[in-house]
């Protein structure tokens, strides 16, 4: 119950008071009292609207339950512009409560939500009330009651029909790997049944998935407009499902396409809504690899000294601590006694889970100096991120 239905029944409560003292049998059709209520001021297209009216006059029968709206010339008529339900009934909450209530289900117009080409709504205008009223309406239209209260005397309220602009909403700032990622799409609009619940399509993805998966998001009761779906990270196997690959670092790209825009948009016109996230590990990046200092090797890969206008190989060991698959790219680096860079090289490389590589590059000393040689790993040359701390071997070569 929302507070307008409490402020109902404190008002009704004062008034049922009242015609106890003036107890009245029939409608004072001098002073007409019967304020209509709808537990919304706006609808969208697809919504139970409750109606509510109080008219303490029309409780005949002080033990039993009355209705209103069916008498002639006291019709109660709930209608847009297009379409009206009348008359309509509405009968009293208790037996003598002065309060008479009602449901009207909205059924919009036909128009297709998901895209596959076919209306995904049964509009439709029947029934006689009390809750079995169905009402075809516009988008952006209105929804008027009226209840003829006595001749000439006819009581109105209205409420306004809108779509809404559709949201989405992570339920966390970061996921970690191995976390269950929840993820709600608000869009009332897309309650389409208020007796069952709906859902609607979600696309995620990752910056090492761009493809990614699209997940159904299930409302989360038969009236809420509220849609949540749960999918999971995987390093090591492909999307699937409610499993999308992502890498430590990714962002996260979460998309839910609303075909059900208010004004000023049109209503053909669809919107893209997206949130994004972040994928953490709780490994720093620059643990996630390990390197070890060089050593030198011949051509045959057997152990040597680097010596003027030989080439030897620089080797290196490159180690994944992770148990998922990471690319890198290896740099070694050689720097004479002056700092100034003699040999620049890198390698591209991936490393399957907790796989060592030895990385060589040959290198031919040309003069006698005192070198240092240092080994570094980054995301790419592009994202330069270390993935372990560098390396740094001195080695001087005389003659
Ligand atoms: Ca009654
Ligand atoms: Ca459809
Ligand atoms: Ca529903
Ligand atoms: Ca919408």
Redesign the pocket.
Do not use: L
């Given at each position: 119950m929302n507070f307008k239905l409490i402020l109902i029944f404190s008002i009704t409560f004062t008034v049922v008071s009242t015609s106890n003292i003036f107890a009245e049998e029939i409608p004072d059709y001098f002073n007409p009292y019967a304020p209509i209520y709808t537990d919304r001021e706006v609808y969208t297209w697809t919504d139970k609207v409750h109606i509510t009216v109080v008219a303490p006059s029309w409780?005949?029968?002080?033990n039993?339950?009355?209705s209103i709206g069916t008498q002639e010339r006291h019709f109660i008529r709930i209608y847009t512009g297009e379409h009206s339900l009348e008359p309509y009934k509405l009968t009293?909450t208790e037996?003598?409560s002065g309060i008479f209530t009602g449901e009207v289900t909205l059924t919009g117009f036909l128009h297709d939500v998901d895209d596959d080409g076919n209306p995904d709504t049964n509009p439709r205008t029947t029934g006689g009330g009390p809750t079995n009223g169905l009402l075809e309406v516009e988008r952006d239209g209105g929804l008027t009651i009226s209840f003829e209260f006595a001749d000439g005397v006819v009581l109105t309220t209205s409420a306004m029909i809108s779509w809404n602009v559709g949201e989405i909403i992570f339920d966390r700032p970061v996921f970690l790997i191995g976390d269950t990622a929840r993820i709600q799409v608000v869009d009332p609009d897309m309650n389409l049944n208020p007796e069952a619940v709906d859902r609607v399509k979600v696309e995620i993805s990752s910056d090492s998935d761009t493809a990614g998966i699209t997940v159904n998001a299930i409302e989360t009761d038969d009236d809420s407009g509220l849609f949540d779906a749960e999918f999971f990270f995987t390093q090591t196997s492909v999307s699937s499902g409610n499993r999308l690959f992502a890498m430590p670092d990714d962002s996260i790209y979460a998309k839910y396409k609303d075909n059900t825009l208010p004004l000023p948009y049109s209503i053909q016109d669809d919107l893209d809504v997206q949130i994004e996230s972040k994928l953490e590990s709780e490994v720093m990046p620059i643990q996630r690899i390990s390197i070890e200092d060089v050593f030198f090797t011949d051509s045959f890969g057997i152990l040597t000294e680097p010596t003027i206008d030989k080439t030897s190989q620089i080797v290196g060991r490159v180690s994944n601590n992770q148990s998922y698959d990471q690319s890198f790219v290896y740099i070694i680096q050689v720097k004479d006694g002056s700092k100034s860079v003699v040999s620049l090289s890198w390698m591209h490389g991936e490393l399957t889970s907790n796989q060592s590589l030895e990385l060589s590059q040959s290198w031919t000393p040309t003069e006698t100096d005192n070198y240092s040689i240092e080994t570094f790993v980054w995301k790419s040359l592009n994202n330069r991120v270390p993935l372990s701390p560098n390396s740094v071997l001195s080695y001087i070569i005389e003659q």
């Open positions: 409780n005949a029968n002080r039993g339950i009355d009293e037996p003598s």
